[in-house]
């Protein structure tokens, strides 16, 4: 196959795993890629793509004669060049010669530093739990956690992605495959705290009661039963709600984008699951079908409008409490509301994974589709930025989960991971971007780059102002001897807990699941976190635990943080990467104690008192 085809479009044919095993593209393959992409004949080369521009500041690239449009409101003439003295943000530039208006993107380059030297948890949102709770954690226990942690002395708390599922049943568990990463879940609205819920407090009990689980395990789908007919019912019973002017000014300030997250809900209600199986005339979210259905269910589609604005205030009230480090996921699910909207920029028959690494040595699929990079760029980025601001609301800081595919994408065919290969990215148009939207929320960037790192990457995020993350389990040296420009921790969601390793209770997890990853990649955890901690290995799990926090309080990297988990020495994994069908707790299982619970826990503050002599 021609090789300055596939280096065209970005289809890297060749690459070494992170065993420095080849891998070479076929050709089957190689003209599925390319098919993929919407160019349908091999001779086509991209569609010239002259209606965006991004620069940084400073620098005065080519451009189309024409006037420019401030963002502002002002205006500068273009005269074949930019000016090197535009201000930060989107402009639109006016064509002399009447072609298309070409965006204009002016970034400052790099991304807002962080804070400083801070520690700070990592939370499971959904397994937070209190007495009033309703069968999982939610934004009032959120707010509960923060004014412990603020307390406490943490700096930040990073919590699990709050994006939408799509309404079905059974419901989406894993946070890292929403329908949506602009729009958040219903699950996580405290309902006890929406204005008015007192007009039913007579319905609330029983409601609350359903929700909760006796089997040990999160029930979504309970749970968004019991709170949706809730809502319905305090809906109903006020005809103000859906008018109030706070409302309003959040629905004008979303815009399209809210109406049709809300149009997709109310779709899915009707017709059941993701937008793939509904009927055909439904697919096109511009088109007749759609809007006649809009018009016809506006009450319907003004409510998950409301609800959206109920979960968007208490997202800012929790963020009062404690500055929240959100996580945007690497995708989204090809049936939900993104999707839907954004069908023709994402390339079809195509997902998103990993080659063979130490995390998945079969290679990964995460199973969401991958935005085609030409067709992303023809849409002056609209869908990236939008994701971005989402996923920066009411953030004191963002991790970007697979930063690594800013850079390249490991896209899977349907004949599976072993057939994969990389993608390139327009990736200097998405730090800048990237950097310019992390000043305009005044939060500052965590890129979550393990796996297979190509070379350069992490100098260029370096350079970028994008924090590394630095896990102890893959790192070859204590804490101490790593650099400041990181986020460090023991472990992450897909990795056992402290208590859990140490105490073998992974092990066993893992062995039920009949994973081939077990004994030898558990032994060599086991060994890095004794000599690393210099426990003796009849030591306690608690202890274990404490020891693990005051070894990476010890860290050199500017930001530290331990999962919630580690703080009670809680023995369940939270994930087991690859294995939801098989094993249904992945993402579902509470804490084993209470948010209220956290001031008194021993362990807890022991695990606290580390952090904060480490730290300070």
Sequence with gaps: MDRSVLHAFGIVPEYPDIYGTWHHLDDATARHLHRAMDVPEWSSW????????VTRVGRQPEAPHGELELEDGGSRPVDGVLPADLPLGYHTLHRSDDGDPVTVIVSPGRCLPHPGR????????????????????????????GRWARAAGAGFALINPLDAAIPESPRQTSPYYPSSRRFRDLLYLDVAAVPGIERIADE????????????????????MTAKRRALEFLWWADRARGREPAF???????????ELFATFMAIAEVYGGGWRSWPARFHDPTGAAVADFRALHAKRIRFHAWCQWQLDEQLRAAAAEVPLMRDLPIGVDPDGADAWVWQDVFAKDISVGAPPDDLGPQGQDWKVPAFIPWKLRAAGYRPYIETLRSAFRHAAALRIDHV???FRLFWIPPSGAAHGTYVRQHVDDLLDILALESHRAGAYVVGEDLGTVEDGVREELA?????????LWFEGDHPRAWGPGALGSVTTHDLPTVAGLWSGEDLQTLRATGLSI???????????????????????PEDACVAAAATIGEAGSDLVLVQLEDAIAARHRINVPGTDEERPDNWSIPL?????????????????????????
Excluded: C, K, N
């Excluded at 991209?46 to 521009?53: E, G, K, S, Y």
């Excluded at 609330?204 to 749970?223: E, F, H, Q």
């Excluded at 077990?518 to 009849?538: I, K, P, W, Y």
């Excluded at 948010?595 to 503050?605: H, I, K, M, R, S």
């Design 46 to 53: 991209p569609p010239p793509v002259d209606t965006v521009i």
């Design 118 to 145: 801070q520690w700070g948890w990592a939370v499971q949102a959904y397994s937070l739990h209190s007495a009033d709770s309703w069968g999982v954690g939610d934004l009032g226990d959120l707010a509960t956690f």
């Design 204 to 223: 609330l009990p029983a409601l609350a009661a359903a929700a909760r689980s006796t089997t040990g395990r999160i029930d979504r789908d309970a749970v």
């Design 248 to 258: 309003e000014a959040y629905r004008t300030e979303q815009g399209e984008a809210l």
């Design 404 to 406: 690594l595919g800013l």
């Design 463 to 471: 350079a970028r102002d994008v924090l590394r993350y630095r896990v």
């Design 518 to 540: 077990g004994d030898a990649v558990q032994e060599r955890m086991l060994t890095t976190l004794a000599d690393r901690t210099g426990l003796s290995r009849d030591a306690s």
């Design 592 to 616: 084993p104690l209470a948010v209220e619970g956290l001031p008194g826990d021993p362990t807890a503050a022991r695990v606290v008192a580390a952090l904060r002599a480490a730290r300070d």
